[in-house]
């Protein structure tokens, strides 16, 4: 079994920045995939990175590439999302997800463990 838990959303202006962090349970952390999705009011649930079990393949949605890096600590069991140059469109629920395979991608399905999100909102 494996828990999720997410951090480090709130409430941002426009151009502006927020680091969100998933801290995971489990020994064998290092051996997932993990990813980020987000889930905006009346939208589906849809994929924003995805980092491989090493770090060494490293995933973005067209969206938000460029603006967001996604990074592991293996030794603190943690996933992390820097979000930069945040536009409103951004605004979501962000849910940290982990794959029991060592390389997952984009599909909702791929993964089997979910946190319970952290809110981010970005003001215009």
């Known amino acids: 079994q494996v828990q999720l838990v997410e951090s480090g959303g709130g409430l941002v202006q426009a151009g502006g920045s927020l680091r969100l962090s998933c801290a995971a349970s489990?020994?064998?952390?290092?051996?997932?995939?993990m990813a980020w999705f987000r889930q905006a009011p009346g939208k589906e649930r849809e994929f924003v990175a995805a980092i491989s079990w090493s770090g060494g393949g490293i995933l973005y949605a067209d969206s938000v590439k460029g603006r967001f890096t996604i990074s592991r600590d293996n030794a603190k069991n943690t996933v992390n999302l820097q979000m930069n140059s945040l536009k409103p469109e951004d605004t979501a629920v962000y849910y940290c997800a982990a794959s029991l395979k060592r390389y997952s991608g984009s599909y909702y399905s791929e993964y089997d463990y979910w946190g319970q999100g952290t809110q981010v909102t970005v003001s215009s």
């Open positions: 489990g020994r064998t952390f290092s051996s997932y995939a």
